[in-house]
């Protein structure tokens, strides 16, 4: 008997186009996911507020922001379930999760996991959520090695493992997560990860005015090496999404640091009574100058460093 449902357990396997029911496993097992919720922050996490609490809020229509003061992770409600963007540190997992109840939805009717970059502050708690939700992870391919690793080659981040999370599905530059009458969009913005990927949707305001809200990805160098470059074609990678980023049309701009997009001040003002906050048609051209001029500065600087 055991045989016989083994067998049709793998025929049904083959039929939906599986390889091996081994990839619906997590990567990471409980007890690896429970120590790191439970280990000590390190010290980036304390200096960037990475796990400090901040009040759940509806930003605009159906996104709600879960993440904690300085990190960012948002939750886009629809009838037919929701999807997740960004899992913070694996130490965040209860917050999110208690965020996303404290505005009435249930951790486990998220369907989709989506990410901005693998780094530990975006990427650590993707496996609790995971855990928890039951969701498919959804990953560019430059970004999928790392997520799936548990931890990044180069950079600041380098050596800080957290645990691994399975990526069910590849998403290519264009490709489209839809549930439930809501469709976002990925746009690989690479350079600050190689999977880099911005997200964007549009979404209606209390007013039922249309909108666009990007969910910007970061461009930042954050002490990455340029010179050399930490991977083959960074350099070129970051100004051809400075380019990108240019071109897009978005009038609410959300990203995975507060300061990226002043969610303290925002949120005041609407706390205030402004419903609108959150649209500012300037922000994503401006928040990608800056950047650009700080990436172009910087790489300067290296060059001379290097000689
Ligand atoms: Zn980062």
């Not at 793998?10 to 390889?19: D, I, N, P």
């Not at 071109?247 to 001040?265: G, R, S, T, Y």
Request: hydrophobic residues 45%; glycine residues 10%.
């Amino acid at each position: 008997m055991r045989v016989r449902v083994a067998g049709l357990a793998l025929a049904m396997a083959f039929q939906s186009g599986c390889v091996s029911s081994e990839q619906h496993h997590p990567l990471a097992s409980d007890a690896v996911i429970d120590a790191a919720e439970h280990s000590p922050l390190n010290p980036f996490a304390v200096s960037g507020r990475w796990n400090k609490p901040f009040a759940p809020f509806t930003i605009i229509g159906n996104i709600h922001y879960v993440g904690t003061e300085g990190v960012s992770a948002f939750l886009i409600t629809t009838p037919k379930g929701h999807i997740l963007i960004d899992g913070i540190l694996a130490q965040s997992v209860p917050q999110i999760i208690a965020n996303i109840q404290a505005l009435g939805f249930d951790i486990r009717d998220v369907k989709f996991l989506l990410n901005s970059h693998a780094h530990i502050d975006h990427a650590g708690g993707l496996a609790g959520l995971q855990r928890a939700s039951g969701a498919k992870m959804v990953a560019s391919a430059g970004d999928r090695p790392t997520l799936e690793a548990g931890a990044i080659g180069f950079g600041p981040t380098k050596g800080m493992a957290f645990p691994p999370v399975r990526v069910d599905r590849v998403i290519a530059d264009g490709g489209t997560v839809s549930l439930g009458g809501t469709t976002l969009t990925a746009h690989l913005t690479p350079g600050h990860t190689q999977g880099c990927t911005t997200w964007s949707m549009s979404v209606r305001g209390a007013d039922g005015a249309p909108h666009t809200a990007v969910f910007h990805c970061s461009t930042t160098v954050a002490g990455q090496a340029l010179v050399p470059e930490s991977w083959p074609g960074m350099v070129a990678a970051y100004r051809a999404s400075f380019a990108k980023l240019r071109d897009m049309k978005a009038d609410i701009l959300l990203a995975p640091h507060d300061d990226f997009f002043d969610l303290e001040a925002r949120r005041a003002r609407q706390i205030a009574g402004d419903a609108n906050a959150f649209v500012d048609p300037g922000a994503l051209g401006l928040l990608n100058d800056d950047m650009e001029k700080a990436f172009e500065a910087e790489l300067e600087r290296q060059k001379k460093q290097a000689g």
